[in-house]
């Protein structure tokens, strides 16, 4: 299976770093996904949720409030102003993780009501 490599940055460090399936992103033209081999392509991200299809066939959240994406052949980096991994063992740590990226979501301006719907249904799903 063909893989992707994706990392998420921020100003204070790396968010996430691995090999993934595909990502979808909250581009500023409108939501995208991204495969393996997709074209080259650098844009802007709104504030949203990126979605990460992980090669084991779970998902992964992170929050962003807004960035760039650099999209490659074999490797996809983002670069954000803030983000918040959604993620966690236990239901405690998934909550948590949750409630900080729904405060980093609501803190931005603009509508960000279908971040705010995705993360509260990924919470919805976790109970």
């Known amino acids: 299976m063909e893989l992707l490599k994706l990392e998420i940055v921020t100003p204070e460090g790396l968010i996430f770093s691995g090999d993934v399936k ?10 995208f996904g991204v495969l ?3 074209v080259s392509l650098l844009t802007g991200l709104n504030p949203g949720v ?10 992964e959240m992170v929050a962003i409030d ?3 994406v ?6 996809t980096t983002v670069l954000a ?10 239901e ?5 993780s949750l409630e900080s990226a729904k405060k980093l ?9 279908i971040a705010i719907a995705k993360v509260d249904s990924m919470f919805r799903k976790s109970h």
């Open 105 to 113: 979501i609501e803190s931005m301006s603009g509508d960000v009501n």
């Open 81 to 90: 102003n803030g983000a918040v991994a959604i993620c966690g063992e236990s």
């Open 92 to 96: 405690s740590e998934i909550a948590t």
């Open 36 to 38: 393996p081999r997709h």
């Open 70 to 75: 650099k999209v490659e052949e074999e490797k």
């Open 22 to 31: 595909s990502a979808t992103f909250p581009g500023t033209e409108g939501e």
């Open 66 to 68: 807004w960035g760039f």
């Open 50 to 59: 990126i979605e990460i299809d992980l090669s084991s066939n779970k998902k």
